[in-house]
């Protein structure tokens, strides 16, 4: 029993930095901008929750920089793609190799210092309730943000007018400049956001998961993420799930490993990307329906008309 | 004349290379629908633009009961009580009614029971409207009512319309023409921008003409002929093409249980489609935009392939599993209806452009080498022969005006002799001048033996052109029966569904039942 909690508790801790990173991604292609920059902004935002929470020995002052420094990726990939018009593909490609190249060196004093232990919720008599407790109240406090978060993105696009325009600005950006919203407003509001998560995705890893630097450490998880969104059809609560079962895998598949069945560890490794794309490509196959729920302005510039 | 509700003076705005509006002055009355005429290029839509606050004009001043009036952005010109009803709908496919309804509206309207307000505004003007379906799934027309109702619930004083029955058939622009009517009766001025004089004449009590961003004319259209309106609008006196009829010869084109499912989202399906087009005649084909035309016309082109290679047969030989090119080669040309993207490649020169469709028949490349110089003089030949004005063969078709271009594509298909035309909208968009040479190049390919197809939104058009007419509604095409047999009336109805005149043989026409 306590073995299914250690597991279930790994599976969170697995999967909120692509809880993170994939409902910011998800509000960005809701507004039709396609970032690929995920996995830089991620990195960025690592590096400087780790250095900050360090320097500083205050976690939450490294959460703020990793908020602040995945939205300033964003808001460069903003300047060019929303401002210069850039092609969002390949600024994003761009963006992605520029973070992990700007966390190395970055990150070059940090190798090999640890953050130590990132607080926790802690209610009296809740979190020491056997087996329950620690899964549901005995998390860090950034898992229950992960989740309000998805909540949150949810009920504002189905409850709030905020959310009604930018999924309006995702499907035609050109008529909702003739109602008169403010298109390329809206989508950097947007990409501030998706690069403040992705940040907060990153930081995650480095100052919770794994609490010291490795270079390269998010091995992927930007384009897990993106992959995820797409997965989710943009829905906020099928990105959860998505984001869970890839953690699940992940934790599962080590633990076979412990149990020492009978595969190459290099196999079992592969299992979370391998199934993600299959459940992506079986997801897919029904185009009409993703075509459905993709934005229809999905990486199209917008230029208003003179 | 009533008392002037918007008052414009010496409105004028360039763009780079145009003066869009020069010196424009007019006013609209309190309850009056008055009409803004013209050509496309004429200006119009730059200056509704301006009054509804998308646009800001470089010099004159507007004045809104007589109070200075200058919209930064098109939520001022709302709150001002201006609606506007868009040529191509602002709206969105994958939102309800509803959302739609509520984004442009001000976020103080759209609070409430918006759904209930909907519903009473859509039955007392007999728009019927379910606030919660998709718009994707809605046809043209009620995508019409549902700007109409947005615009209806912010009470306006005054409704912008720019285009508004283009895609309408004739049997919806009458609802649409009651309910403009009951506005003005109650006081609610109407702007109404179109090029279709007999409507205006119908509809409009002031008129203003423009020419080239400049007022040319006032009048009242009452008062007026269509033919005198036309002219006022093009500066010149017009020729309508001639109408003898030809001889048909052999069936070119045969259609038969053509059957598709739509690859979009809101596409329409194609269902049992049958159709013949004979050597010598033009068959148009009629129906509002969205009622199946587009996959049709991708059927017909082997961009989808059909199910059975004899769905659709050229000179009785299957074709319906080839691939464009198999087509072409065959004998089978096309226009389709987007010039720029579908028809031509933007950033490709005439020459490049000439090679992608009529590689095959003009022998423009051996053994997978093209044939440049071969290649430059056809495109010179079409220029040529079909008038197109540019400053060379070498230049990008991005740079040739809507109708110069649209001459061009459509000279380059007839050029290569087909046995078989289909040409999407050949005239949509393009000036007076050009669309009747292309319906002259079109008339006179039929005399020399082409089968020509033709689907258009315009039926004066079709008309004009035809000797048979078929209607396509809802993904089914109706027998295709003479023009002489037909009347407006009897399509309209087609076009709505109503009737379903699928006779086996011609001429078999039902009445039609309303």
Redesign the interface.
């Known amino acids: 029993m306590e073995l299914v909690v250690n597991i279930l508790l790994g599976i969170v801790i697995a999967a909120t930095p692509l809880v993170f990173a994939a409902i910011g991604e998800l509000v960005v292609e809701k507004s039709g901008v396609l970032n690929l920059g995920v996995e830089g902004m991620m990195i960025v935002g690592a590096i400087a929750g780790f250095s900050v929470t360090i320097q500083t020995g205050n976690y939450l002052a490294g959460v703020v920089a990793a908020l602040v420094a995945g939205a300033l990726m964003a808001l460069l990939f903003g300047v060019l793609t929303q401002t210069l018009l850039a092609n969002q593909v390949a600024t994003g490609l761009a963006l992605t190799m520029f973070g992990l190249g700007l966390a190395a060196l970055w990150g070059q004093d940090y190798s090999g210092k640890a953050a130590g232990n990132f607080p926790k919720l802690d209610i009296p008599v809740l979190s020491d309730l056997p087996l329950v407790g620690k899964l549901l109240f005995g998390q860090d406090y950034l898992v229950y943000l992960s989740i309000l978060l998805v909540v949150g993105v949810s009920w504002f696009f189905r409850k709030t ?1 905020g959310g ?2 930018i ?2 600005i995702g ?2 950006h ?3 400049h ?4 403010p298109v390329v407003f809206y989508r950097y509001l947007t990409l501030l956001f998706g690069g403040a998560c992705a940040g907060l995705g990153g930081a995650y890893l480095s100052v919770v998961q794994t609490p010291f630097w490795a270079e390269g450490m998010t091995a992927g998880r930007g384009w897990i993420a993106l992959a995820l969104v797409v997965f989710a059809a943009w829905r906020p609560g099928r990105a959860l799930l998505g984001a869970y079962l890839f953690g699940g895998i992940t934790i599962l598949q080590l633990h076979s490993q412990g149990f020492g069945v009978k595969v190459e560890a290099q196999y079992l490794s592969m299992l979370p990307y391998l199934a993600t794309i299959a459940v992506l490509v079986i997801i897919s196959s029904d ?2 329906k993703v ?2 729920n993709a934005p ?1 302005c999905l990486t199209q510039p917008f230029r208003a008309a ?1 | 004349m009533p008392e002037p509700l918007l008052e414009l003076d010496g409105i004028a705005r360039a ?1 780079p290379g145009v003066l869009a509006n020069d010196d424009i002055s007019f006013s609209v009355g309190k309850g009056e629908i008055h009409a803004l005429l013209g050509e496309n290029g004429a200006g119009k839509s730059t200056l509704v633009k301006i009054i509804y ?3 800001r004009p470089d010099a004159g001043a507007m004045t809104l009961r007589g109070k200075p009036f200058a919209p930064h ?3 001022e010109a ?1 709150a001002e009580g201006i609606g506007m009803i ?1 040529q191509h ?7 309800t009614v509803a ?1 739609n309804i ?3 509206m001000a ?1 103080e309207l ?1 609070k409430g029971d918006l759904r209930g307000r909907i519903v009473e505004v859509s039955t007392r003007y007999g728009l019927r409207l379910d606030p919660d379906l998709m718009v994707g799934d809605l046809s043209v027309g009620q995508r019409q009512r549902v700007e109409i109702v947005r615009c209806l619930l912010q009470d306006p004083q005054l409704i912008i319309m720019d285009e508004p029955t283009s895609v309408l058939t004739p049997q919806e622009v009458e609802v649409l023409f009651e309910t403009l009517r009951r506005l003005a009766g109650e006081g609610c001025s109407i702007l109404y921008i179109s090029h279709k004089l007999e409507e205006i004449r119908a509809l409009c009590d002031h008129a203003t003409i423009l020419r080239g961003g400049k007022v040319v004319a006032t009048c009242t259209p009452a008062e007026e002929t269509a033919r005198s309106l036309a002219e006022m609008m093009l500066g010149e006196s017009l020729s309508p093409p001639a109408t003898d009829r030809r001889t048909p010869g052999e069936v070119r084109l045969r259609l038969d249980g053509l059957s598709m499912a739509s ?3 809101f596409g329409t399906d194609l269902e049992d489609i049958a159709l013949e087009v004979r050597s010598g005649e033009i068959v148009g084909i009629a129906g509002v935009a969205g009622n199946g035309q587009t996959l049709l016309m991708s059927a017909l082109i082997g961009e989808v392939r059909a199910a059975r290679p004899d769905a659709i047969r050229l000179d009785g030989r299957p074709i319906g599993r080839l691939p464009p090119h198999g087509r072409r080669k065959a004998g089978i040309c096309f226009v389709p209806e987007e010039r720029l993207g579908h028809a031509a490649v933007p950033d490709m020169s005439l020459t490049e452009n000439v090679i992608l469709s009529a590689r095959m028949r003009k022998n423009l490349s051996r053994n997978s080498f093209l044939n440049l110089q071969r290649a430059a003089r056809y495109a010179g030949d079409v220029v040529a022969r079909f008038g197109v004005k540019t400053a060379g063969v070498d230049h990008a078709a991005r740079s040739l005006s809507g109708g110069n271009l649209q001459k061009f594509v459509v000279g380059r298909e007839i050029m290569q002799e087909p046995s078989v035309l289909v040409a999407s909208q050949p005239t949509w968009g393009v000036d007076a001048g050009a669309a009747a040479f292309i319906q002259e190049a079109l008339i006179q390919l039929a005399k020399d033996g082409t089968a020509v197809l033709v689907i258009s939104q315009d039926l004066d058009e079709l008309f004009a052109i035809s000797d048979r007419i078929a209607v396509i509604a809802n993904g089914r095409l109706s027998a295709a029966d003479p023009v002489d047999t037909l009347t407006i009336e009897q399509i309209g109805l087609r076009m709505g569904g109503q009737a379903r005149g699928r006779a086996n043989a011609p001429g078999a026409a039902e009445p039609a039942h309303a």
């Open positions: 007018r009604l325009i999924r309006a499907e035609n050109d008529a909702a003739a109602i008169g919203y185009r009409l075509k459905l229809a003179t | 763009f606050g998308v646009l952005r098109p939520s709302r868009f709908f602002s709206l969105f496919e994958a939102l959302e509520a984004l442009g976020p759209a690859e979009t989202q």
